[in-house]
Every structure is written in C-alpha cells, then in structure tokens.
C-alpha cells in the first residue's frame, strides 16, 4: 500500500527539468516574424510594388540582387519578393518606352527621333523591341491629331521635366497595352555612354553614303559606312543611329529604325561583357554624370532588376519596325497643312495594336501584317456596350476593360435595366456591321447571337445618347452601340 504524499516537503520525485527559456525566445520570434509577415502583407496590398534599395553598395556584384543586411533586411526580401519589383511581371510582360532626343542646342531638342518600346518576357527571358516611326500621326490630347514624335515636346512645353511622362501615356493610349515605364536620352547621354564602355561592335548590314547628314551651323557633311563588322565610337554609333538620307534603301526613317535597334542591341552586349552595366557602382556613377542628360520613372533598385534580367536574356532579339513598305502597317499622305504623315494602313491602331501585344509570336506577327497588307482589321470597327445582367458588382466594366485592351472600340459599360438575365447575348444593333466583329467577340466572349434589340429595351424607355452619357451616371443603353453585350448568370466566375 503506498504511503501518503507530504506535499509540503521535498519527495526526491524525479521532475522534468524547467524548460530554457531560449524555448520561449525562439516562439516569441517565430510571433514577430508572424507579426511582421501580417504587416508585410497589408504593406504589400497598399503597395504592390517593392523598391529595391538605391544604395549601389546594397547589391552582390554577381548576383545583382539586394544584400541581406540583418535579420530586418531578411524579413524586408521576404515580405516585398522580386516578383513585385516592377510593373508587369506578373503578366509576365514588363514594357519600357525608350525614347531618344537631341537635346539642348539642337533644333526641336524635346522632338522624339528615336521611340522604341522594349518589351520583356521574364519567364521566357525574350526581349523585343518595337520601332515607331516619328511621323507617324497620332491622337494627342488638345493638340489634335500630330505627328507622335511630338508628344515629348508638347509634355515638356506644359511642365519642364515632364516630357518623357507625357509622351508615355501617348503611346499608352495609342497603342492600346500598358507601358508603365519610360527612359529618355539625348545625343549627350548616348555618345558618352557608349565611349564610357570603349565603344561598341556593330555588324553593318550594307554600304551606304549620306551626302545630307546635318553638320554645324546649319550645314551638311558627307557620311559614309561600309558593310560588315566594325568598331565605333560614341560619336560615330551616333551618326549611324541618326542618318536618313543615305543610299543603297538607308534613306528613310525606317532604315534608321533598324539601325536604333541594331545599335541598342550591340550596346546591351558590351556592357554585359565589360561588366559595366552588372557594377551597381559603376552603373550609378555614370547616371549621376548624366544626370542632365537622362530622365526616367524608373528607380535604381528597378535598373538593378533589370540588369539581372538582362545578364539572362536571350541574345536574339525579337525587333518589330513599323514601316510602309509593301507589307507594312503604315501608308502615307500629306495633311491639310503639308506635313508628311504615317497612318495606319486599315485606318485604325487595331492590327498595330494586336501585333505589338504577340510581338514576341512572330506567327502572329506575320498573320495580322498580312490582313493589313489586304487592308482588313482584324477588329472591324463597331462601337460595343456592355450590359450587366447579372447582380455581380463591377463585371461589365471589367469585360469592356478586357475588350478594349484586345483593340475593340467600346462605349462606357452600365447596368441592365433588367436584372437577373440568364444567358449571356450578343445583340446586332447595326445591321450593315460586318460578321467579322461578332465572331472576334465570341473568341472572347461565349455568348449566342441575336439581331436587333431585346424587346424589353425597344419598349422601355431606357435609351439615352451621348448627349446625357455624362450628366446621367444610371445610363442604360447607348443608342450610338453598334453592338449591344448584356452579361447573364451562365458566365464563369473567372472574371
């Protein structure tokens, strides 16, 4: 029979020994972690975007990603990833508008010779390169209809310094795809980067001479390149970049577009093989130099993931030049006012558009440069207006979205006046509209076909114009559609 316990006096018990508190340390720091993560995550909502730091001494010369400096730099990477450094990434298509200009001491010095947008694709490490021509006439803004290389100056004329964000929503607008980032350079910032690295190689594809090359005070000079293989200096790569009047077809604008392209790409290798542009110092040290002569959106931490990106990619650049040749985009004609103006061939962006989002699909490319070749769009014109027949918030808004982003001309989306509707309906407004249209919708839109209006709209009184579309935020149905899209219950919940 076992004795009674005195729990008032030592028992010689064997007892587990108390545990350290390191123990209670080391939960108390998975809690802050957890702490931090949660705040991280709110941060992350409120800011989609991380900075990477603009101290070049933060980044491992190899590498080029951020140091981590301490445990809070640590928790910092963790929180903000390198899937959030710059706009685009996660659609796995990061646009920069490149554009170049002569500066101070040149005629027009905020015009645009040079206006390229760089396309990259991080999962495949594909890069491509877009040419717009400078005289191709575009919409911008009060100004009417211009030619687009003059979207920097107007900015520039508005606000000192603004220029280059100006001229971005432009080709934003025009072109119908989100470039989020623009870097302008001008005839400074390029010779002398391009001596700062020893110069670049370039492989000239054929002989030309240019008895027209602007020259001091006004004057001309002779300029002349033979094909093949040669070194240039930062001077010399200017004159090849800028000539437009050279023979043996280097005489246009076009000719000088492939040799822009031509010669960014052979800049791009000599700074990765000299190690300059993967030297966050070095590449620093030169921004600061040419601080007067370059000005971009892009911050240093975003340069340095570029750089990374660059040290991958693939070395075959995909170049897509805008041009008027016998299978280009463009044609021209001369204005009311004499000027020499690019227009698209079909009369509207929607091929250009289409081919400058697949432009790292050559097949693509080649499919729609063919129907402009044959002058169809691949979007026949139409104004559409969207419908929400469901009780979803916001979903017609995002399917005008959508099909505006695909080069479709749409009207401002509202809700159905009847709701619940059940199945999803195309209705043709417009009798003389092509067929085209609707099948180019169903591709993105499955929905069945119906002529004229839904009896219900016909005998409501729910029609307004564009006379009211602002005043009246409840608006119904626009009668200037063309074609009528009322969203209905049967769609996924994709969107």
């Not at 001369?334 to 929607?350: C, E, K, Q, V, W």
């Not at 014109?381 to 969207?386: A, D, M, N, R, S």
């Not at 076909?449 to 729910?462: D, R, Y």
Request: charged residues 20%.
């Amino acid at each position: 029979m076992n004795e009674p316990i005195n729990l008032l006096e030592p028992q010689g018990l064997e007892l587990d020994e108390p545990k350290p508190k390191k123990k209670k340390l080391f939960w108390l720091f998975f809690i802050i972690i957890g702490l931090l993560s949660i705040v991280g995550c709110n941060t992350y909502r409120n800011y989609s975007l991380a900075k990477w730091s603009d101290d070049p001494a933060n980044y491992d010369l190899k590498t080029l990603q951020p140091k981590n400096v301490g445990i809070l730099q640590t928790v910092k990477n963790f929180i903000f990833h390198a899937d959030n450094v710059l706009e685009g990434q996660k659609d796995d298509r990061i646009n920069i508008l490149l554009l170049g200009i002569g500066g101070a001491g040149h005629d027009g010095p905020y015009l645009t010779d040079t206006n390229i947008i760089l396309s990259i694709k991080p999962s495949t490490n594909e890069v491509a390169m877009t040419s717009i021509p400078r005289d191709l006439g575009v919409n911008i803004g009060s100004h009417g209809v211009r030619k687009i290389n003059s979207a920097d100056s107007f900015g520039e004329a508005e606000t000192a310094g603004a220029g280059g964000e100006y001229a971005r929503q432009i080709f934003e607008k025009t072109f119908g795809i989100d470039i989020p980032y623009y870097a302008r350079v001008d005839f400074t910032a390029f010779q002398e980067i391009i001596d700062e690295v020893g110069g670049v190689t370039v492989n000239v594809p054929r002989s030309f001479v240019d008895y027209e090359f602007p020259g001091p005070n006004f004057s001309y000079r002779t300029l002349t390149f033979n094909a093949g293989v040669q070194a240039m200096t930062g001077d010399r790569a200017l004159d090849f970049a800028r000539s437009r009047h050279g023979n043996n077809g280097e005489g246009s604008d076009f000719s000088r577009s492939h040799r822009q392209q031509l010669m960014i790409s052979a800049l791009k290798e000599k700074l990765l093989s000299v190690g300059t542009y993967t030297n966050p110092i070095r590449v620093q040290s030169i921004l600061q130099s040419l601080s007067t002569h370059i000005t971009t959106n892009l911050n240093f931490g975003q340069m340095m993931y570029l750089a990374n990106l660059a040290k991958d990619a693939d070395k075959n650049i995909k170049m897509l030049v805008l041009d008027n040749s016998e299978t280009g985009f463009l044609k021209s004609y001369i204005a009311d006012s004499g000027a020499y103006i690019l227009a698209p061939r079909t009369n509207n962006f929607d091929n250009i558009n289409l081919a400058i989002q697949n432009v790292f699909d050559n097949n693509q490319v080649k499919i729609v440069q063919n129907l402009s070749t044959e002058n169809k769009s691949i979007f026949p014109t139409g104004k559409i207006q969207i419908l929400n027949g469901t009780w979803r918030a916001g979903l017609a808004a995002k399917y005008q979205q959508d099909l505006q982003e695909k080069g479709f001309s749409t009207l401002p989306a509202a809700n159905s006046p009847k709701r619940p509707i059940d199945a999803t309906t195309i209705y043709i407004v417009n009798p003389k509209l092509s067929n085209d249209i609707v099948l180019a919708i169903q591709k993105e839109i499955t929905a069945k076909v119906e002529k004229g209006l839904p009896e219900w709209i016909k005998n409501g009184s729910t029609n307004v114009n564009s006379s009211t579309e602002q005043s009246n935020p409840n608006l119904k149905f626009n009668t200037e559609a063309d074609i009528l899209i009322i969203l209905g219950s049967d769609l996924s919940d994709n969107k």
